[in-house]
């Protein structure tokens, strides 16, 4: 079952369509944002071996993306930010690098459920953004008792850096604060 979209920035209402370069790179990420399930497009250019198109299917709508290059590694990364329909906007991210401006392997970011410590009254509503040369994570503290439009706990900042992982990159948390 899919759900309309009453109340989400006109840019998701409307659909997500823009590209991003950097470093004689390219992405076009496109999502039409019509329900709670869509299709993600992302569409590459300048790799030297695989331009495949990605297309995946979200759960959610995409409210933003930025390309970096984290790492400062010469070749760029896209973070494609998405959050859920309805009250908590609890949110995602869909991310890859471009591996030497050949061709894409996908990003990690490990689940709030690893961090126990750093999500107690969590309820959603996620901000993401590239800061400088860190990934940051952004979402308000609830307290006991607190409704979901008024939360008193103030907000938990995540921040994470880019490493190489087994198989793929890895956000690694590296730092939390609490404002």
Not at 8 to 37: M, Y
Not at 106 to 128: A, V
Not at 155 to 166: A, D, F, N, T
Request: with cysteine; net charge negative.
């Amino acid at each position: 079952m899919t759900v309309s979209i009453p109340s989400l920035a006109s840019e998701a209402r409307n659909g997500f369509d823009k590209v991003f370069n950097l470093q004689g790179i390219g992405f076009h990420v496109t999502c039409p944002n019509l329900s709670s399930i869509n299709q993600l497009k992302i569409i590459p250019s300048g790799l030297t071996i695989d331009n495949s198109v990605i297309k995946q299917e979200i759960d959610g709508v995409v409210t933003g993306a930025e390309i970096a290059d984290l790492n400062s590694d010469g070749s760029p990364e896209i973070y494609i930010y998405i959050n859920s329909v309805g009250s908590g906007s609890y949110g995602e991210l869909v991310a890859y690098s471009a591996n030497n401006k050949k061709s894409l392997s996908e990003i990690y970011l490990p689940p709030l459920s690893d961090e126990k410590m750093n999500t107690k009254g969590y309820m959603g509503h996620d901000e993401f953004a590239v800061v400088e040369t860190n990934f940051h994570r952004r979402f308000p503290i609830y307290s006991e008792g607190d409704s979901n439009a008024k939360p008193t706990g103030g907000i938990r900042i995540l921040q994470y850096k880019l490493v190489p992982g087994e198989a793929t990159w890895t956000l690694e948390l590296i730092d939390s604060f609490l404002y």
